[in-house]
């Protein structure tokens, strides 16, 4: 990356990776970005780039590699522009993740699918075991491992499709899919998903960007204040599969329904300790979690146009955060701890849960949609 750009940063950290977002400066000017040349290349025969979308506040970067979302650009209190998404300098680290969803687009199917088995119609699949017996984010050559064809590329809109084929990671049909970023005149960043199928399918599209609202190299983001609109939680076994069960979220860590210090719910690294393989961790204080990794029932349930459905808040910079979506869950990720995730979705598994709310079921003829929008403000 050119010295002259903004933002040199060190290697992300994932779900299965250690590590932490690094930054060498901030800057006022949010023209000075990422450099389009350190993405630019090609994969499978198809052109990689990096794109930049802006209302003149907010700008996005995003590369066709993935659907990663590579910098969103806002400002502080100060009016101090950063980039508030965990990500890498260039599309060859990209290439080295070993767990490409971070920062990427998921499809077919996110989050989880347990003992990756589903019926439809009768008929029983098997799909892709890559997250122990269950499978994860659809498999190992969904969304995260594709090269979008580039659509549109406007001022404030990137449109980029990609085509899944029918038994790839062991799920039926042809799966063509249209993803739309776009930068709204409210200063939100919008991610938009369309899809069709050849054949009965099961869809469940999200995006798995990651916040840090005072930018980075910030150590965590454990004093930011959270609030998500839920009342309910989906039970999880062990392994983070639904029982079934949709437990109240009064008197536990998980309740966020009115703004809490994020701190006051998680542990802090050094309480946490090091992670030896076998040993036994440390416990946690009761009220407290080590990391969050859980699916909220939003009580606006699913909806024709995106409502709120949670905000997060950084007094050290000012910025807010508000997340719409229109669609019944939101998975609160915190495993990397320099950062934060929610993830716009249907509950996990809920291809084998017909009373979870939603549909996981496209079939030809039908549109799947779903809309989520990260819309950012400065609180003084």
Request: net charge negative.
């Amino acid at each position: 990356m050119k010295k002259n750009k903004l933002l040199c940063f060190a290697a992300i950290c994932a779900l299965a990776l250690s590590g932490a977002f690094t930054s060498r400066a901030q800057t006022k000017d949010p023209g000075e970005l990422l450099d389009k040349a350190d993405f630019e290349t090609e994969i499978d025969g198809k052109p990689v780039s990096l794109y930049t979308i802006t209302n003149g506040r907010i700008t996005a970067q995003i590369t066709n590699l993935a659907g990663y979302i590579v910098g969103i650009w806002t400002p502080d209190k100060d009016g101090n522009y950063t980039n508030v998404v965990g990500h890498n300098d260039n599309i060859q680290q990209y290439r080295g993740f070993s767990r490409n969803p971070v920062g990427a687009a998921l499809g077919r199917y996110a989050n989880r699918i347990g003992n990756a088995t589903f019926t439809l119609d009768g008929v029983t699949y098997n799909t892709t075991r890559n997250n122990g017996a269950h499978t994860l984010h659809g498999g190992t050559a969904g969304f995260d491992r594709t090269v979008w064809d580039v659509e549109e590329a406007s001022e404030n809109t990137l449109v980029l499709s990609c085509t899944l084929a029918d038994s790839l990671d062991g799920f039926p049909g042809t799966l063509k899919t249209f993803l739309t970023f776009s930068v709204t005149e409210d200063d939100g960043v919008s991610i938009d998903y369309q899809a069709t199928t050849d054949k009965p399918t099961v869809c469940n599209l999200s995006h798995h960007v990651y916040f840090n609202l005072d930018g980075f190299p910030a150590e965590n983001v454990l004093g930011h204040v959270i609030r998500i609109d839920a009342d309910t939680m989906t039970e999880m076994d062990a392994t983070l599969i639904p029982t079934g069960k949709i437990l109240p979220v009064e008197g536990t860590p998980f309740d966020f329904r009115r703004p809490v210090l994020l701190s006051e719910r998680q542990v802090a690294p050094a309480a946490r300790g090091a992670f030896v393989p076998g040993a036994q961790l440390p416990p946690v204080p009761e009220g407290m979690v080590r990391s969050f990794d859980q699916n909220f029932c939003l009580n606006h349930g699913v909806t024709a146009q995106p409502e709120l459905a949670a905000t997060v808040y950084s007094p050290a910079s000012g910025r807010v955060m508000e997340v719409l979506n229109d669609k019944p869950g939101l998975q609160f990720y915190t495993g990397g701890r320099t950062a934060l995730a929610l993830e716009s979705q249907l509950y996990p598994d809920a291809l084998n849960h017909p009373a979870f709310p939603g549909s996981s079921v496209l079939r030809p003829g039908e549109t799947y949609r779903h809309t989520v929008i990260y819309r950012f403000s400065v609180r003084e």
